[in-house]
């Protein structure tokens, strides 16, 4: 890939280089010393004033005049002009000679025929000002100015092909470093790449080591219930019978949280402004209605009226749910929905006063089939999911999740989400 790039760079440069050279030649063999450069070079107005001047004086005027003149001016006779013309000339006869693309002169023949005003050598492949300078300029510097940037990209490249041989490699936490200044738009690319690259496969690993660990023991429970059932009397039979679906309906409720885990990292946004307050009261009805019967929850709501979220309703309304039921499942008796917002993110905290979450293990609990205590999810009928599809659905829409204690004893479970954009 260097090799290729150098070349192309290289080929690039010279081939500008030719075009200007081309480009170069051409206009100096289609330049000649026109009447009006003539004019401009002040070639007419020496003639004039020679001319009105006899011709034993102005050998001595000419000394005088050309002072003032860029171009050279010589006296020569008419033999001296006809010679150089290779033909006869006429008193009076404006004559332009050119011997080469490098040399060209004008021959004035004076009214009286004494002789003829030579202007010259001039190089008519340069006329005077700066836009020739700068024509060559461009043609020579341009091309430099280019290979200079394109070997500072060529730098970049070869950092971007080194770490993309790296990840191939498996060497996962690879990433290319950013040059100070502007950002590296490149750079950035390929890091989020290697990142998604890197959260794929580390949530393969996940998924495997957890279907492995997590459907194993069900399974081998199934097995067990399965050989005992043989020669078990109806009664017994009856009770492995309700065991066993009991089982399935771990293993359903498993795989289900599986598949959820899994999609939270593919799914499409569909962000859309909504207002969370009513969406919010919805969701904690229907939690009151699904509370546990062995113990009263209550639940209190602490909304504003007026909280407009910038997201997508459906993952929303799912985040919160699973945060909600949590704190109802551990809660003992208290749970508080609290809504606030500041002037760019919403913050939606779930509180209740059940056992808490140590305060080391509150990073760990958003990791995958984490479990806080072997059976206490066991009980409830966790694995361990919920708050890992939450903190990947609240990073997707750019907003966070934070864990802490609870005022009202127990744990508290905070999400910032994206408000929309004033209208400008």
Known sequence: MRRSFVKLVVSSVLACWAIGLVAMVLYARNQSWTDERARGDGVFLAYELLDQVPAQSRAERLSELQQHFSVDFTLISLDEVERRVARSVSPGEEIPQRVSPREEWYFLVFDDGQGALAAGPVHPAIPPGVLPVGLILAIVGLPLVAGLIALRVEKRLTKVERASRALAVGDLSVRVDDPPGSPDELAASFNAMAERVERLIRSRDELVQAVSHELGSPLSRLRFHMELLENQSDAQREERLDAMTRELDAL??????????????????????????????????????????????????????????????????????????????????????????????????IHDDGPGIPEDLRDKVMIPFFRLEADRDRKTGGVGLGLAIVSRIVHRHGGRLAIDSSPLGGAMVATWWPRPEPHR
């Open 252 to 349: 359903d409720e498993l795989v289900a949280e599986l598949l959820g885990y899994v999609q939270s990292d593919e799914l499409q946004l569909d962000r859309q402004v909504f207002d969370a307050h009513r969406g919010l009261k919805d969701l904690a009805e229907l939690a009151r209605l699904e509370a546990p019967q062995d113990r009263a929850v209550e639940l209190d709501l602490a909304l504003p009226p007026d909280a407009s979220v910038f997201a997508d309703p459906r993952l929303f309304q799912r985040a919160v749910e699973t945060v909600l039921r949590n704190a109802i499942k551990y809660a003992r008796g208290n749970v508080l929905l609290e809504l606030t917002q500041d002037e760019e993110h919403v913050r939606l905290a």
